[in-house]
């Protein structure tokens, strides 16, 4: 099936807003959620939001309302769109797909990611 192929980071400012791009083979995204994951440095990679095939969105509590996930269907590729970015938010952002009816956690493997860094 391949590596999901993030891109999109880059070196912001706070407040900024940012889009982070996912793309996964087609039969990934058809058949799965897709999910966005960050590690910031020194901590563990952590789940942020995911996407099922058919719109249906889910996110961690800590985003409070400044990410959104979406599906770009013709291009087989999620995207994250961060919005009023904090330094906090520094970190590599990755994607991988879950179970689309119920919270599997990543099954597939990772790609590299894409660099965020956020820093006046």
């Known amino acids: 099936q391949g590596l999901p192929v993030e891109s999109g980071g880059a070196l912001v400012q706070p407040g900024d807003s940012l889009k982070l791009s996912c793309k996964v083979s087609q039969s990934i995204f058809r058949l799965y959620a897709i999910a966005w994951y960050r590690q910031r440095p020194g901590t563990q990679r952590e789940f942020l939001a995911r996407i099922t095939p058919d719109s249906n969105t889910k996110y961690v509590d800590f985003v409070n309302g400044r990410f959104a996930i979406s599906r770009d269907n013709p291009k087989n590729t999620a995207i994250l769109q961060i919005n009023t970015v904090e330094p906090e938010d520094t970190a590599v952002y990755y994607c991988?797909?879950?179970?689309?009816?119920?919270?599997?956690?990543?099954?597939?493997?990772w790609g590299q990611g894409t660099q965020v860094t956020v820093s006046s």
């Open positions: 991988n797909y879950e179970a689309r009816d119920h919270d599997s956690g990543p099954l597939g493997p």
